[in-house]
Every structure is written in C-alpha cells, then in structure tokens.
C-alpha cells in the first residue's frame, strides 16, 4: 500500500495548499516562493498564486 502520483504540475514554487472544488472538476493549490511553515528555502523565480488544474476522471 502507499501513495501514487497520477500527475505532475508544470508549476514553479512551493505548494502550500490544496483543495478540491465542490464540483470535483478542478484541484485547487496555493502557491508560493517559500514553505508555508518557515523559510527553510526559497525560489526568486516563483510566484505567489493560485494554481487551478482541471480533473479528468473516469
């Protein structure tokens, strides 16, 4: 048992959030240039955002 990644995000930064939409279509994630719990790294080339990913699930 374990967890398996079914996608990755073309996404630069640190994910500090996710959520799904009540609808189920979308996954939600905040994004920002620092770890949401301390400044234990940081990437200058990211931005602080919302990223939204539309699901396709069968």
Not at 25 to 36: D, I, N, Q, S, Y
Not at 38 to 47: D, I
Request: hydrophobic share 45%; proline share 9%; net charge positive.
């Amino acid at each position: 048992k374990g967890v398996k990644p079914l996608f990755e995000l073309p996404l630069v930064g640190y994910v500090n959030s996710l959520a799904f939409a009540k609808s189920g279509k979308f996954l939600v994630a905040g994004v920002g240039k620092e770890p949401r719990l301390g400044r234990w790294g940081s990437l200058p080339t990211a931005r602080h955002g919302v990223a939204l990913h539309p699901l396709h699930l069968s």
